[in-house]
């Protein structure tokens, strides 16, 4: 068996700004009625930010947290202030709730990091050919920025830093993903390899969790409706467009080969926590909770 848990983007929870997000207690109580015992922490301020409240409303719930998440603009030197002064606050937070327990040798919680945020490369999510790629120096200041604030998680709160490839950012393509492994070493963070944005970046998600193994600590598993995925390809839409038009559908219904995925994990005997999402329009909430639902008993039909 295999730890698994999911996360408020599966109730299209991405940005706590947006009016038509479901109230939080609403998204702690699907989650938990559809059968996950952990959530991920989503983005900050969505959940309760005082740890006393967030760790009430997590035992109410009989629910543990297993990750906190940055997902902004990790380049720009001017933006940089506020993701230390964000990477501080997850943290801390974190070092006062309940968190997940261990499955295997890799210890939640973590900090996922995501480079999201410069509008013209969010346009071409999964379009490898349009797609701009960072300056040589803009490059450097991003795994500058990277590797302090993974500093910050492990060596101030011990929350293990790990990287997250993600449609839209500047860390999405192979050579994007081969470049930061290669710049930033393992002892400074780790990776989260997720299975559908590696398919949206054109890639095998089998064959990148084998090259890339040794560097997983945490999996992020998704599903992609592959009629969706190429109209949106063909129409050039920015990722969260395609998001809202279903390219992100519930496991074992879209291309992503879990049977594959499965199969090799087992023969690299990797354990650890693994985290459902499906990312959506938030006025579409009412399908999350049948879907969070359907993709953990499909996971655990192939044997998670």
């Known amino acids: 068996m295999y730890s698994i848990a999911n996360a408020p983007c599966s109730w299209g929870v991405d ?52 990750a906190g998440t940055l997902f902004d603009d990790l380049v720009s030197e001017s933006h940089f202030g506020m993701m230390v002064e964000l990477t501080h606050a997850i943290c801390a937070n974190l070092q ?57 998680a492990w060596r101030e709160y011990g929350v293990r830093p790990v990287i997250h490839p993600h449609a839209g950012g500047f860390i999405e393509f192979g050579d994007e993903i081969d470049r930061i492994a290669q710049a930033i070493p393992a002892a400074t963070a780790g990776l989260c390899l997720d299975t559908g944005h590696l398919y949206y970046a054109g890639l095998d998600p089998v064959q990148w969790l084998r090259k890339y193994a040794d560097r997983i600590d945490y999996l992020h598993f998704k599903d992609v409706n592959k009629t969706v995925y190429e109209a949106a390809i063909a129409g050039q839409q920015d ?60 996971l655990r039909s192939v044997g998670f």
């Open 15 to 66: 940005d706590p700004k947006n009016p038509f997000l479901p109230p939080w207690e609403t998204v702690l109580a699907e989650a938990r009625e559809a059968g996950y015992h952990s959530i991920e922490l989503g983005p900050w301020g969505y959940l309760p930010s005082d740890a006393t409240a967030l760790a009430r409303a997590l035992d109410h719930h009989g629910l543990s947290l297993v």
């Open 239 to 298: 990722f969260f467009s395609a998001c809202a038009a279903g390219v992100m559908c519930p496991l074992g219904t879209g291309d992503v080969d879990y049977p594959g995925v499965k199969a090799l994990l087992e023969e690299l005997n990797w354990r650890g926590w693994i985290t459902i999402e499906q990312e959506r329009d938030p006025r579409d909430v009412a399908g999350s909770l049948h879907d969070v639902t359907a993709s953990l008993h499909y």
């Open 96 to 152: 006062k709730v309940p968190i997940a327990q261990p499955d295997g040798p890799k210890t939640p919680p973590w900090l996922v990091i995501i480079d999201f945020g410069d509008a013209e490369r969010a346009r071409c999510a999964g379009q490898s050919a349009r797609a701009k790629r960072l300056p040589e120096a803009d490059w450097q200041r991003m795994v500058k920025h990277i590797s302090e604030l993974s500093r910050i």
